[in-house]
């Protein structure tokens, strides 16, 4: 049964092979998987099929790399875009200043 | 989770206005409280040893890095402080990595410092070029490979504190040769971290609960407890409910070896009361361990009529491999404290039954030591032995039969006094363990028990001993065989013997002494006390040579696959 995870990577160097490294030796093998920027980091989302091991304490155990800010399970498949995504792909469409310049009319208003 | 805070380096010590990169991490290194650091020299790392002399760090130069890794491993068992190794780049760096594997599973804090080739040069395949950091990756708790020489406070800080936090292990730092000799500025600040306390989890109320519900309870107890400076606590809360107790390989010590409560070391070897006690309990108490496969046999018929009550400070190893009924993950000493004050005082009457049980098991199976001939009866001389070393001895060993035996016979009344590779079983850990354990505690008697298998891995670093005349006495069993593997061979692959014999090893006493060391051999029953005496009477570092049966074996064992209340006996040789 594939599991999902969201897993928010501090700047360091080699945090994402680490992680993966660990997830693959606690047994689960990643079904698919989505990398991105966020913020000064980067957030990871996995699918992974853990052959009857617990989801729970792979998350644990990653959770304790200092490389990782954030652990999470989640329902959605690493491609699919969250009401998140699609609030951030929109907001990418504005130019920045604009977005500035409306805030700043909203807030004299 | 820590909350770093400046401190102006520069004030402290005059310095000029700028200094080299390597100069700097010397400089971080005696901030940092590091007193003594186990290596080896080369091409890559030369900036950091040009940098030691006159630093006030001593330095241990091992003959093999693996040595230093090791000793630096023994070191920190012994102090609770992260123990330091270096090594240069290439061949050097990967001679660490079983030393960095054996910390790893041990959860052991330690610091390796590696020299790394120049910045540009790296990904180039430069001459003692190797991916360190890229090998070590899955084998230490962080890692590191600094970039910019101003980042050299800040990560040996954070590495210095990651390697004792919480569940301690070991940091990798890889240090390219440019950012070694750069200069920087000297008026650098250094950050410092601080653990922010975890609060007790309510659930201790339902573990009192179930303690004062429980007709056979029993505490199991782990190296986490010595790792986590948790003796006392322990101890009080085993002397205030009156419940037996037995012991992992790394948690013999936790509570004294003599006490009336403990039954022993459970698993594979362990003996034959605490495995049947673990069998029979209705209640464990897991403090500080792990369920490792060694101590459990087959696990799903491991206590099969036990709940769980699982204390430890990693929280990711609570329900990895049995489900916990209830779990108190975070501080030890914190968690022990608040349960110690909700249970119930001496439940010796209510549990009377079970600790006859206990006590009865206890006189049933009590070790023997009246094994037949005149050959020089192992267990009976590492009691001798450990008996005549006295309550404040340390005593390392190596891995294979004799490191079942030590932990059968000797006796462990001081936390930290027992060093083992119980995770790796890393034959060679016992020589450069014990000169780290010396160093740390210079006063107090520090043994080796090796074997001639795992003393000719790491046998250089006899000459470690002798150039600093590091007061180790080894006792070295010699059954001029593998003798675990052919102990197996014998019982599980019917006596087809393959690659196990060692009966052409060198004379040991001779080595010895070529070494510089003094030395003795004996090899009959008579011979024993009168050798036990010179090896704790003649100063300065000596090997005491031990001719045993071959044919000895390690009782009682638990079959591979088997349940623990499974355990073969067979004849004492």
């Known amino acids: ?109 | 989770m820590n909350q770093p805070m400046v401190r102006d380096m520069s004030r402290q010590s005059p310095e000029p206005a700028t200094m080299t990169g390597a100069r700097l991490l010397v400089r971080c290194l005696r901030e940092l409280g590091v007193d003594t650091v186990f290596g080896y020299p080369g091409g890559a790392i030369m900036p950091i040893y040009d940098a030691l002399p006159g630093s006030g760090i001593r330095h241990i130069l091992t003959r093999h890095e693996q040595g230093a890794a090791l000793a630096a491993d023994g070191y920190a068992r012994v102090t609770r402080r992260a123990g330091v190794c270096m090594a240069t780049s290439g061949p050097g760096a990967t001679n660490l990595v079983t030393g960095l594997a054996n910390s790893m599973l041990d959860s052991v804090p330690v610091v390796a410092i590696t020299g790394q080739v120049a910045t540009p040069m790296m990904g180039t395949d430069a001459f003692q070029e190797v991916d360190v950091f890229g090998i070590t990756l899955p084998i230490v708790k962080h890692s590191y490979i600094i970039r910019e020489t101003a980042d050299i406070p800040e990560v040996l800080a954070e590495a210095f504190f990651l390697a004792t936090d919480g569940r301690p292990g070991p940091v990798l730092i890889d240090v390219p040769k440019d950012v070694t000799v750069n200069e920087v500025d000297a008026r650098v600040s250094m950050p410092q971290f601080r653990t922010t306390s975890q609060p007790v989890p309510p659930v201790v109320a339902d573990a009192a609960r179930a303690m004062a519900e429980a007709q056979q309870p029993l505490f199991y107890l782990g190296g986490g407890i010595e790792i986590a400076g948790a003796e006392d606590a322990v101890r009080t809360l085993v002397a205030r409910t009156g419940f037996p107790a037995v012991s992992t390989l790394k948690g013999l010590g936790a509570i004294p070896t003599d006490d009336p409560l403990f039954m022993g070391m459970l698993g594979m070897h362990g003996s034959g009361a605490a495995n049947l006690a673990v069998q029979a309990a209705d209640l464990l108490i897991v403090v500080g361990a792990r369920f490792d496969d060694r101590a459990t046999g087959k696990l799903d018929k491991f206590a099969p009529n036990a709940r769980v009550i699982h204390i430890d400070a990693d929280a990711a190893e609570i329900g990895k491999l049995r489900h916990a009924d209830v779990a108190l993950p975070g501080d030890l000493v914190a968690n022990l404290a608040a349960l110690t004050q909700r249970i119930e005082a001496d439940a010796g009457q209510r549990l009377a039954a079970w600790c006859e049980h206990c006590a009865a098991l206890r006189r049933q199976h009590a070790w023997r030591y009246d094994a037949p001939g005149d050959l020089i009866y192992a267990p009976a001389l590492l009691k001798a032995m450990s008996e005549h070393a006295g309550a404040r001895a340390t005593i390392a060993c190596d891995v294979g039969q004799h490191q079942m035996w030590v932990a059968q016979h000797c006796r462990f009344n001081r936390p930290r006094s027992h060093l083992t590779s119980g995770g790796l079983g890393t034959m060679g850990y016992g020589l450069p363990a014990g000169i780290g354990a010396k160093l740390a505690r210079p006063d107090d008697p520090v043994l080796v028990v090796s074997g001639d298998g795992s003393i000719m891995m790491n046998i250089q670093e006899l000459a470690t001993l002798k150039r600093y005349d590091i007061d180790v006495r080894i006792v070295l069993l010699d059954n001029s065989s593998l003798g675990m593997v052919r102990q197996w061979q014998e019982l599980f692959f019917d006596g087809n013997y393959s690659e196990i014999d060692l009966s052409d090893n060198p004379d040991f006493a001779a080595l010895a002494r070529v070494f510089g060391l003094k030395s003795r051999c004996i090899e009959t029953r008579d011979q024993v006390d009168d050798a036990l005496t010179w090896l704790f009477d003649e100063p300065g570092p000596s090997l005491l040579h031990v001719r045993i049966d071959p044919r000895a074996n390690v009782w009682p064992l638990v079959p591979p696959g088997k349940s623990n209340a499974t355990m073969m006996e067979g004849e004492q040789r």
């Open chain 1, 1 to 109: 049964m594939s599991v999902h995870f969201e897993i928010r990577l501090k700047p360091a160097e080699g945090a994402l092979l680490r992680t993966l490294g660990l997830i693959q030796r606690r047994g689960f093998a990643v079904t698919e998987l989505a990398l991105r920027e966020a913020g000064e980091g980067q957030l990871l989302r996995l699918a992974l099929d853990g052959r009857g091991r617990c989801p729970a304490v792979l998350a644990r155990q990653v959770e304790r790399l200092h490389d990782v800010a954030s652990v999470e399970r989640v329902e959605h498949e690493p491609w699919q875009a969250t009401v998140a995504d699609c609030a951030r792909a929109l907001a990418s469409l504005v130019p920045a200043n604009v977005i500035e310049q409306q805030m700043t009319a909203e807030a004299n208003s």
